[in-house]
């Protein structure tokens, strides 16, 4: 359809008032538009597909609730993620959970250099039979170090190096500074540098 091939080159922003003006098709673009980029922050935030597949319909739903709240010109995307992490929280309270970050899948590199030591533990450049093993184990102890981090110091963690959210963005959806969002990612990087440094190795004799 035409009207469906305008939709998509819209921005965003657009996408939503036109929504909120009655143009039902708008939202629909704008689900698929996030769909794999907004499940793939859930599940990496959840450590569940399953979860993250529930969470996403709920987020969709809220913004569907709220999108007369929506103020022209207000950026979409921090918005929808502030409501992707709202829900994604209250879902891990509901269940009593303890959040378990998924590493299977390592995010593009965005350029930031503070985050390369945790891609440096995660990088496996030869996996023969002995660095394979070496590559699960290590995989193993940056998923327990992650899961003992604070809440508020995993949230940034998983937001800036999972998916590679700018430091701004991460602001908006906390609603903290930009600051504080820097001081959190390097507090973060800290305590999983230690924890590595102090857990011993499976292969060390």
């Known amino acids: 359809m ?12 657009d996408l939503l008032l036109r929504f909120c003006r009655g143009q039902t098709e708008a939202f629909g673009v704008l689900v698929r538009r996030y769909e794999r980029e ?23 739903l809220q ?7 929506y103020e ?7 918005w929808l993620y ?15 959970r303890h959040q378990a970050v998924s590493l299977d899948v ?4 965005s350029g930031e250099g503070e985050a390369q030591t945790l891609m440096d533990l995660l990088e496996n450049r030869e ?12 995989r193993q102890r940056v998923r327990a170090a992650v899961d003992q981090l604070p809440d508020f110091l995993r949230q940034v963690l998983v937001m800036a190096y999972y ?15 930009v600051g504080t969002v820097k001081s959190r990612l390097h507090a973060a990087l800290v305590k999983l540098q230690e924890a590595w440094s102090a857990t011993p190795s499976l292969f060390e004799v």
Request: hydrophobic share 30%.
């Open 38 to 60: 907004l499940y793939g922050y859930l599940r990496r935030y959840l450590g569940d597909g399953n979860l993250a597949e529930d969470v996403f319909q709920n987020t969709f």
């Open 82 to 96: 502030t409501i992707a992490t709202h829900q994604a929280i209250d879902a891990l309270r509901r269940g009593g």
């Open 106 to 109: 390592q995010r593009e590199s």
């Open 163 to 177: 998916q590679g959210l700018k430091y701004r963005e991460i602001a908006d959806i906390l609603g903290i500074p």
């Open 2 to 13: 035409a009207d469906t091939n305008l939709l998509t080159s819209c921005s965003d922003e």
């Open 72 to 78: 022209p010109g207000r950026p979409v995307r921090p």
């Open 63 to 69: 913004l569907y609730l709220k999108s007369d709240q």
């Open 127 to 138: 996996p023969g039979p002995l660095e394979l093993a070496h590559g699960e184990e290590r």
